[in-house]
Each structure stands twice: as C-alpha cells, then as structure tokens.
C-alpha cells in the first residue's frame, strides 16, 4: 500500500510516499481502507518531533491520527463492525497510521460514520469532537442553564465546542474575531466577544465552565471568568504536575511542570475553582454519540475544501501530507498555536536546583511546553 512515512524528524523533507506492506490487524481490531484523513497540529508536532518526550515513536513511522474508511476486514473478537461498514475513528497515540491507503483501527476507537456527512466531514471530526466532549461532558458535567466560556470560538475545536455547549442547555460565551462574530452566533453562542475590542473577563462573568485553548495569560485571566466551584480545562498550555504524573513522566519533570504551572495553580486555588488539563484520548462510544448529534444536525463540522492531492507540502504552521492514492485532507483544524513557557523565580539553594534542573532537562522541558500546542486547533481561514 502506499503510505505517508516520516523517517526522521524534522521538515518536510522528512516526510516520503512509500510502498509498504498493509498492517496486520489483532483479534481485536478493523482492517479499514482509508476514504479520507484530517491533518491536526499534532501531526506537525510530530513530524517535527516537538512532542518526542511524551509520544516515543520508533521511526520510519506511517502519519496520521484521524481518519475515516470502510471496514476490509475483523478480528476475530469484534463484535460491533463487518465488512462494509462506513467508520471513522481516532487511532490510539501508540497505533496511528491514518496517513496511508489501510490502517488497523481498534475496535474501541472507532465508530460508524455519520451517515449524513462526507467521508471528508467525517474525518475532521474525532480529534476536535472528542476533544469538546471530554472537555464539556466528561471533565465538566455541563448542565442546562450552566454558562460556558469557549476561547476560539471559531476554531476548530471552538466550532464543535459552541454547538456542543448549546445543544446541552448552558449560555454560551465566546471570544473570536469580529470578522468571525457572525459565524459563531449561528453555531450557537449567545454572547460573542471580540477579544480585540474588550478584555473578556470584563464581560464573561460567573461562568461554569471555561474551555481554554490559548494557555499563558489567557488562562490566567480566565479564572476571573469563573465561579467559585467552577472548572478551567485548558487544551492549550503546559501540562500540569498531575497530568505529568498519570502520563508517567520522569519525577524530576513532574517537579519541573510544576513549577512552570504554579502560577495557573495558584489562580485556580485564589479563585475556588478546578484546573484540569485536556488531551484528548480516543473513544469510540463517545464518537457514536457524536454522531448522533452530527445525523440530528445538532453538530455540523466545518471543513475546508480538500487539499490539492499529489502533494506532500509544508508551510509555517501547517504539514498536509497527501498522495493520489492517500486522499489526506485538511480538515480545518491547523493554526497558530500558543504555548506557554515557565519563568521560575526563587531564592538561595532553590534558585540553584532549578537552575541545574532546567539545564539537564532543558530538551525535555522545550519538548513537554511545545507538546501544550497539540491539541488547540484553529481554522486557518478564521481568526481565533
């Protein structure tokens, strides 16, 4: 099969369209024929190798994390898929391969695709789905009459965010653009905010929830935003210690993000509030309740047109990687990301073992602040 190969970090020239052997599926797994493949900032992050220090890919490495397709084969074990069946799924972090004419897909991924969308629509939704889910109803329980604060509203995660907020009661609030103030109120917000225009804490006050994508200041000043009791989950800036230490991250980082984050910790303990940091994990019973909504019309994806195919190209902020055979396209979801870097200020002995600590872990912790970038997507047609 041919297939999207990343041989070396580094730059486009690190990607090639190569003839491969198709993968072999487990008893647990969909062999599936890739129709169409979204391109996320995490795919550039990987690429580059940004994100090394917590997804320890062994090269060359087949690209590529959301897809969608059509069942080829079952192992032995399924139960909830044969042969024809029209998916789309988002594959583990340990198993990806999207970019490439077949995949093995597990069977806890995936589910069927929206039946009123394209193969296309279906695969620009899993990562920014998912991540709107997890946020909205796994993290925060958001309740009819709750009030939603969504940065980025016309992101790509945004977009799906303010449809999913809306359809499950809450008020929602939203900073974009002003060229971009319309698109939002007909996804579903009832107060648009120009960030430009205003500072946002001035006009999103004794909110529930607030979904973060931007991290630095941005998620410390949404803590204004937020009720005593209240959730900040934030897609967007360093992980915090807690995050490092379900991931399995080696103590002295797990010190070391702490202090990058104390600044956010010790606004979420000011305010009363939780501070949750997101990133996203497959799911596909979350997918096939999604795609309820998407066949309800309650969540409509917005897609830019496909990619020029045949080309494996690379611009400031976007990789797109596709081939006649592949049909990768851009799903609408790459942008400018922002980070957030963490500027320590303590005295005597402290002062020392931190310096010594960021000297010795400096390539880890460059690693673990650029991995804040990979899951807040936005439109690269829209202003955040």
């Given at each position: 099969m041919k297939a999207a190969l990343l041989d070396r970090y580094g730059g486009n020239d690190a990607i090639r369209i190569a003839d491969i052997p198709a993968p072999s599926i487990g008893a647990s797994d969909l062999g599936v024929e890739v129709r169409a493949a979204s391109v996320n900032p995490l795919d550039v992050k990987i690429r580059s190798g940004q994100v090394k220090v917590v997804l320890k890919y062994r090269l060359p490495l087949v690209m590529g994390n959301d897809l969608s397709g059509v069942v080829t084969q079952v192992g032995a074990n399924v139960r909830r898929f044969r042969v024809g069946d029209e998916i789309y799924a988002r594959l583990d972090k340990d198993r990806i391969g999207a970019f490439a004419q077949f995949a093995a897909v597990r069977e806890s991924d995936a589910a069927l695709k929206p039946a009123n969308v394209t193969f296309e629509q279906a695969a620009s939704l899993p990562l920014v789905a998912l991540t709107a889910w997890q946020a909205l109803v796994e993290i925060g329980n958001v309740q009819p009459g709750q009030r939603v604060l969504i940065h980025a509203g016309s992101g790509g995660v945004g977009s799906i965010a303010i449809q999913l907020a809306h359809h499950l009661g809450a008020t929602v609030l939203t900073t974009v653009g002003q060229r971009n103030i319309e698109l939002v109120r007909r996804l579903g917000a009832d107060v648009a905010i120009d960030y430009r225009a205003s500072r946002f804490e001035d006009?999103?006050?004794?909110?529930?929830?607030?979904?973060?994508?931007?991290?630095?200041?941005?998620?410390?000043?949404?803590?204004?935003?937020?009720?005593?009791?209240?959730?900040?989950?934030?897609?967007?800036?360093?992980?915090?210690?807690?995050?490092?230490?379900?991931?399995?991250?080696?103590?002295?980082?797990?010190?070391?993000?702490?202090?990058?984050?104390?600044?956010?910790?010790?606004?979420?303990?000011?305010?009363?509030?939780?501070?949750?940091?997101?990133?996203?994990?497959?799911?596909?019973?979350?997918?096939?309740?999604?795609?309820?909504?998407?066949?309800?019309?309650?969540?409509?994806?917005?897609?830019?047109?496909?990619?020029?195919?045949?080309?494996?190209?690379?611009?400031?902020?976007?990789?797109?990687?596709?081939?006649?055979?592949?049909g990768a396209f851009e799903s609408g979801v790459a942008g400018q990301l922002l980070g957030v870097t963490g500027a320590v200020a303590l005295g005597g002995v402290a002062t020392l073992v931190v310096v010594v600590l960021w000297w010795v872990l400096f390539p880890a912790l460059r690693d673990v602040n650029r991995f804040s970038d990979v899951a807040a997507p936005a439109l690269p047609t829209s202003e955040p």
């Open positions: 006009l999103a006050r004794d909110c529930d929830l607030v979904l973060d994508s931007a991290g630095g200041e941005t998620l410390v000043r949404s803590f204004a935003c937020v009720k005593r009791g209240g959730v900040v989950v934030s897609i967007g800036s360093t992980p915090s210690a807690a995050f490092a230490r379900q991931w399995g991250m080696n103590p002295l980082l797990v010190f070391a993000i702490g202090l990058m984050s104390r600044k956010v910790t010790a606004a979420a303990r000011a305010r009363g509030a939780r501070y949750e940091y997101l990133f996203m994990h497959p799911d596909g019973e979350q997918l096939a309740r999604i795609a309820q909504r998407v066949e309800a019309g309650t969540l409509v994806p917005l897609v830019t047109p496909p990619v020029q195919r045949g080309r494996v190209l690379a611009t400031e902020n976007v990789f797109i990687g596709a081939s006649n055979e592949l």
